[in-house]
């Protein structure tokens, strides 16, 4: 089956520091490639997405690149924020099914 | 603006209670999915449904059921409550593509079984 393996948290990082939170996964077929943000007290949103290998998605600062040979699609930003403190999930999706990690929580600091 | 409506946000039922959790999408997608999630756990697939009637158990489905009669809607039935279903349970829905598209999430149910 799938399985998507993420770094454990938490992250703690200064605000403006780099960000880099690793994500590989195993899957059947083709899948599309998230990144979900979870704000406090909130449902998941999608941060980012890649279809197909190379793709690059991004979205408000970060970007995640679908690489097939080493299937991994790792999240990077180069300068965070004290709003960027959330839980992120790396998920992989078929044309039924999506399949989470266990999610990486991030708080910066001043 | 798309919309995926959980009927609570807050729940506390006692041991043995069925439990009912209801959830709407307005975005005419076929897939629909409950999971829950836990400290240390992610999100666990409970069940999925990629058709009105259909169902398929995810990963955790002991203890749980569902219902799709319609294609909008997608409840999750705890028969009998028990204290480890103790949970936030999040409802997603999506389309069904080759490959895979996006999930739209609610806003979560807290529940508590006391």
């Known amino acids: 089956g799938n399985s998507v393996t993420q770094m454990e948290g938490p992250v703690t990082l200064s605000e403006e520091a780099f960000l880099t939170i690793n994500c590989t996964y195993t899957?059947?077929?083709?899948?599309?490639l998230f990144w979900y943000v979870q704000y406090p007290g909130e449902g998941l949103q999608l941060l980012l997405k890649?279809?197909?290998?190379?793709d690059k998605g991004s979205n408000k600062g970060f970007e995640a690149t679908y690489r097939k040979e080493t299937t991994s699609f790792h999240l990077e930003k180069g300068s965070v924020q004290v709003s960027d403190s959330a839980v992120y999930f790396c998920?992989?999706?078929?044309?039924?099914?999506?399949?989470f990690g266990t999610g990486t929580r991030l708080q910066v600091t001043l | 603006d798309v919309k995926v409506t959980q009927s609570s946000r807050y729940l506390v039922k006692r041991t043995g209670e069925k439990v009912f959790l209801e959830c709407v999408q307005d975005m005419d997608h076929e897939n629909m999915f409950w999971y829950r999630q836990d400290p240390g756990l992610g999100l666990r697939l409970i069940y999925f449904s990629y058709d009105v009637k259909m169902k398929e158990k995810g990963d955790i489905p002991e203890g749980y059921s569902v219902s799709r009669e319609k294609k909008e809607r997608f409840s999750l039935i705890l028969e009998s409550a028990s204290t480890n279903q103790t949970s936030m349970y999040l409802c997603a829905s999506s389309l069904r593509k080759t490959g895979g598209t996006e999930a739209f999430f609610g806003q979560g149910t807290r529940l508590t079984v006391v």
């Open positions: 890649a279809t197909k290998a190379d």
């Open positions: 899957a059947t077929g083709y899948p599309s």
């Open positions: 998920a992989i999706g078929t044309a039924s099914k999506l399949t």
